[in-house]
Structure formats: structure tokens, C-alpha cells
């Protein structure tokens, strides 16, 4: 059977996460539907991240197996036709080898964080920020990030119902860009890792807030992680700011 890899994109909002749910609406189980109505049956596919409720994607990647030749270009219309009018888009198809898995062949997943900074609610990008009503200091938190870049143990960033064999995880990237914002600043974070632990990003996006917010000392972060423990952790973020973005394998699928 012919297998396709499938980039994707998707708002977090209305679903329960990317994963497959028997009574509640999944970004996965909306794919498999719509793979349904073009071959008819039943459809399993797998993705990069299993993303939780809330959280979008702008490069979500997955792979599917369909009994019939497809032209890529055509799969991706025909595809986003069935979809319609749920907020997911496939934005692109390519024809892979069978030993291709968007989950285990991947070798980088890329996320960003939104955080807006400024007191009114917000409004145009509601359910796409985390909108804080108080200043914060960028200078401060990239003190704080410099401490998790690298090779550590992240229990302390991980959450309690985590299944991944181990806490150890390299983080190859965590950036953070100030960008003017309508009536206020908005706070990029850019993470990159060959994996991530269950609410990892969003444990660390809400320790480093703390930290902008002068609560937290730069050097906290460094104290915290050393101590691998979870109720060290600073607040967890809510989901709504966190995409993914992309996910990197050793040869570009859409290239």
C-alpha cells in the first residue's frame, strides 16, 4: 500500500488534542474520517507529537497507507475538501517509502510559545496567547532559559503522568524574541529538541513568566532544575499559546 506523508495544520481549540477519543472531537480522528470518505474504511494514522487539548499546529507532520495510487497534489484537495469546515488544513502531501514514520523517523520537533504581554483581554488573537496583564523582562527571562539549554534531567519541567522512558532530554533551543504587539508586546519562545516530555514546554514557559515578572530570579531556574523534583516547577502555562511548528527528518519529505 502507497504511504503519504502529510503536513498539517490545525487550531487546538475546538479538539480534545490530536489523539483519537471515542466520544470527543480529536484533530486525528477528523483526519481518519475524511481519509474515510475518499477510501472507505477504516483509517489509522500517525503523527509526529500527539499534541493535548488547546495546543495548535503550524507543521504538524503524519503518515498514512491508502490502497489506491494517489497524485499528492490531488490527496491534499481532496483531503482538505472532507475536512471543511473544521479548523484543519492539509497544506501539503508527499509520496514516502514504507519505512518512513512520522513519528519515529523524526529527528527535531519545533515549537513556539505566544505569550502577550498588556492589560486589556485579547481579542483578535483570543485562544491563540497567553495574555498576562503585567510588564515583563526579557533580559531576565533569557538569563533564566541559558540554564536549560543542553543535556539535563528535566523531572522537574515534566509532567506527574509523563510516560516517557526517561526524563533526559536535550534541548537544543530556547529562544526568546520581543515583538511589538497591538497595544501591548508579545513574547516568542522557540524550542527545539529531538523530543519533549509530556508538558515540558509549557512547564518551562511558565517558569520563565515568573521570572519576567521579577518573582523568580534568574538563578531560581538553574536551582530548580538541579533539584528534580516537580513541585519545584513554576505554574504551568495554559495551552492556548503553544504551536507546533515543525518537525525535521534526515531527508525533507516535502522538499
Not at 502507497?2 to 475546538?14: F, M, N, Q, T
Not at 480534545?16 to 472531537?25: E, F, I, Y
Not at 534568574?218 to 536551582?223: G, L, N
Not at 495554559?238 to 507546533?244: A, C, F, M, T, V
Request: hydrophobic letters at 45%.
Amino acid at each position: 500500500m502507497p504511504r503519504y506523508a502529510l503536513k498539517i495544520e490545525y487550531d487546538g481549540g475546538p479538539f480534545a488534542g490530536w489523539q483519537r477519543q471515542a466520544s470527543l472531537p480529536s484533530v486525528q480522528g477528523a483526519i481518519e474520517a475524511a481519509l474515510a470518505r475518499l477510501e472507505p474504511g477504516a483509517h489509522t494514522i500517525a503523527a509526529a507529537g500527539r499534541t493535548d487539548t488547546g495546543v495548535h499546529a503550524t507543521g504538524q507532520v503524519a503518515h498514512c497507507d491508502l490502497a489506491k495510487d494517489w497524485d499528492p497534489f490531488k490527496l491534499a484537495g481532496a483531503l482538505n475538501a472532507h475536512l471543511r469546515p473544521q479548523p484543519v488544513a492539509v497544506v501539503a502531501v508527499a509520496r514516502v517509502e514504507d519505512d518512513f514514520h512520522a513519528r519515529f523517523s523524526a529527528r527535531e520537533r519545533r515549537y513556539l510559545f505566544r505569550l502577550l504581554s498588556r492589560r486589556a483581554p485579547a481579542v483578535h488573537d483570543r485562544g491563540k496567547v497567553w495574555r498576562v496583564p503585567h510588564p515583563l523582562d526579557l533580559a531576565a527571562m533569557q538569563a533564566g532559559a541559558a540554564h536549560l539549554l543542553g543535556k539535563h534531567d528535566f523531572t522537574t519541567f515534566r509532567a506527574a503522568g509523563c510516560q516517557a522512558a526517561s526524563p533526559v532530554k536535550t534541548l537544543d533551543e530556547l529562544s526568546i524574541a520581543q515583538v511589538e504587539a497591538p497595544n501591548g508586546l508579545e513574547y516568542r519562545f522557540t524550542l527545539r529538541a529531538r523530543s519533549f516530555l509530556h508538558n515540558q514546554v509549557r512547564s518551562i514557559v511558565g517558569t520563565l513568566e515568573r521570572v519576567g515578572a521579577g518573582a523568580w530570579a534568574p538563578e531560581a531556574v538553574a536551582e530548580a532544575l538541579a533539584a528534580c523534583d516537580r513541585a519545584r516547577c513554576g505554574p504551568v502555562c495554559p495551552p492556548e499559546g503553544l504551536y507546533l511548528t515543525g518537525v525535521a527528518y534526515p531527508e525533507d519529505p516535502f522538499a
